[in-house]
């Protein structure tokens, strides 16, 4: 059974960082595409960042430049590390793994993260 555990959320000011980790359980992680993505009041959930296995990232032009998506395949953890933090980031976010091969996403259950301005 795989899990995805977040962790790193909180109250930031504008300006600030924060680092999200989300670990995974199950040796199927290294292999597949994992993302961060995020869901504020009312909104649909949308795409932060992406990694692959070989490490290519795709980032949301929204947030490129100010937020880096890395993973370590070693520890089973993906990370979301995010500068210049402004109030409109202010979301849940959770962490997908993608396993074509299963015809499966798994999500975490989700981190808060709010910017004050």
């Known amino acids: 059974q795989v899990q995805l555990v977040e962790s790193g959320g909180g109250l930031v000011q504008a300006g600030g960082s924060l680092r999200l980790s989300c670990a995974a359980s199950?040796?199927?992680?290294?292999?597949?595409?994992m993302g961060w993505y995020r869901q504020a009041p009312g909104k649909q959930r949308e795409l932060v960042a992406a990694?692959?296995?070989?490490?290519?990232?795709n980032h949301a032009d929204s947030v490129k430049d100010r937020f880096t998506i890395s993973r370590d395949n070693a520890k089973n953890t993906v990370a979301l590390q995010m500068n210049s933090l402004k109030p409109e980031d202010t979301a849940v976010y959770y962490c997908k793994l993608e396993v074509p091969a299963l015809g499966r996403n798994y999500w975490g259950q989700g981190t808060q993260v709010t910017v004050s301005s």
């Open positions: 199950g040796s199927i992680f290294r292999f597949n595409t």
């Open positions: 990694i692959t296995s070989g490490g290519s990232t």
